[in-house]
């Protein structure tokens, strides 16, 4: 089964009435036209998954590699009941790992997003990922070729507001000045959202950062 814009709708008034009965009422809607296509987009998806790394957990279950329509608001000021978006995860065992890069797609009313990288890398992450790069190491240089040559994905991150390696080239302080990194597509393409071809074409797409996924993960081992 497909996304669908009754599907996108039902995200967007959830999120708007924020009402435990009014979602109870409409749940049905969620599990065929927002929960459904999801688990099967994480089935569609999970061999590309283990061809990439076969110890990423790819389970089509809440909890497990598909996000929550709650929120958690045990530790923030916004006590809004729903989320207006739903998303999968795939990455290694959280209990063995902190903050460990993962595979990811998102939609919204809005549209969706998908790409590879860190939620918050942690710090001791980051110090060895700048290690890496100083060192000129072949995996870093393979990411960022991925990264370069892509014309789907773009860096995300939030960077220092002055360089701290003045001395490295330019390239090099593109990812030596990131708090945090990772590679996005954003689209509304709304025509592949809600098309047959949304699986395959994010496969494809998962597999040409490969490289950077490996890098990341070389960081994490190496620290």
Same mark, same amino acid.
């Given at each position: 089964?497909?996304?669908? /814009?009754?599907?996108?709708? %039902? #995200?967007?008034?959830?999120? +708007?009435? *924020?009402?435990? =009965?009014? $979602?109870?009422?409409?749940r049905d809607?969620?599990?065929?036209k927002v ?11 999970a061999p ?36 207006? /978006?739903?998303?999968?995860? %795939? #990455?290694?065992?959280?209990? +063995?790992? *902190?903050?460990? =890069?993962? $595979? ?71 990812? +030596? ?47």
């Amino acid at each position: 089964m497909n996304f669908s /814009k009754e599907g996108l709708d %039902f #995200l967007f008034e959830n999120r +708007l009435m *924020d009402s435990k =009965p009014w $979602f109870i009422e409409h749940r049905d809607i969620y599990e065929e036209k927002v929960l459904e296509p999801m688990r099967e987009l994480v089935e569609a998806l999970a061999p590309t998954i283990n061809e990439i790394d076969d110890r990423m957990i790819c389970e089509p279950k809440i909890g497990k590699s598909i996000s929550r329509i709650y929120r958690d608001t045990r530790f923030t000021h916004d006590k809004s009941i729903f989320r207006e /978006k739903i998303w999968c995860v %795939f #990455l290694r065992d959280k209990k +063995l790992y *902190d903050g460990l =890069p993962a $595979f990811f797609v998102e939609v919204t009313p809005d549209g969706f997003s998908y790409g590879c990288g860190y939620y918050k890398a942690s710090t001791a992450s980051m110090e060895r990922f700048r290690e890496l790069i100083l060192n000129d190491d072949r995996d870093y240089r393979a990411a960022r070729k991925a990264v370069e040559k892509s014309e789907v994905f773009n860096l995300y991150a939030e960077k220092f507001k002055r360089t701290k390696f003045p001395n490295e080239s330019e390239k090099k302080r593109e990812w +030596l000045d990131m708090k945090n990194i990772g590679a996005i597509c954003y689209s509304n393409d709304f025509e592949l959202l809600f098309s047959d071809r949304l699986a395959d074409k994010i496969a494809k797409d998962f597999l040409s950062l490969k490289p950077f996924y490996k890098f990341l993960m070389k960081v994490e081992t190496s620290k």
